[in-house]
């Protein structure tokens, strides 16, 4: 059963940039997609951005342009790069492994604990 460690949120003003990072415990990590995701309260969780193990990539269209995921396999980690973040990108944010080649809302595992991201003045 994969496991996944989410970090790297935090609170940060509006227009600022924040790079969170998701290391999965899983030995096939280069094989598989990722995603990360993000639950605001009292809203469902959604799809952010998704990345297959070839590096192509799906953005939600509210953080095209933004947001940047990307993947080093070598470190079993996932990336996403958040530039220009507004109010309502605050959430908690999760990564997950893609169920196959799907690059949309398809999560395999168990969720982690995600990292808080604020964004405020």
């Known amino acids: 059963q994969v496991q996944l460690v989410e970090s790297g949120g935090g609170l940060v003003q509006p227009g600022g940039s924040l790079r969170l990072s998701c290391v999965a415990s899983e030995i096939f990590f280069s094989i598989t997609g990722m995603g990360w995701y993000r639950q605001a309260p009292g809203q469902q969780r959604e799809l952010v951005a998704a990345?297959?193990?070839?590096?192509?990539?799906n953005y939600a269209d509210s953080v095209k342009g933004r947001f940047t995921i990307s993947r080093d396999n070598a470190k079993k980690t996932v990336y996403l790069q958040m530039n220009s973040l507004k109010p309502e990108d605050t959430a908690v944010y999760y990564c997950?492994?893609?169920?196959?080649?799907?690059?949309?809302?398809?999560?395999?595992?168990?969720w982690g604990q995600g990292t808080q991201v604020t964004v405020s003045s």
């Open positions: 997950n492994r893609q169920v196959g080649s799907s690059l949309g809302y398809s999560p395999s595992s168990p």
């Open positions: 990345i297959s193990r070839g590096g192509t990539t």
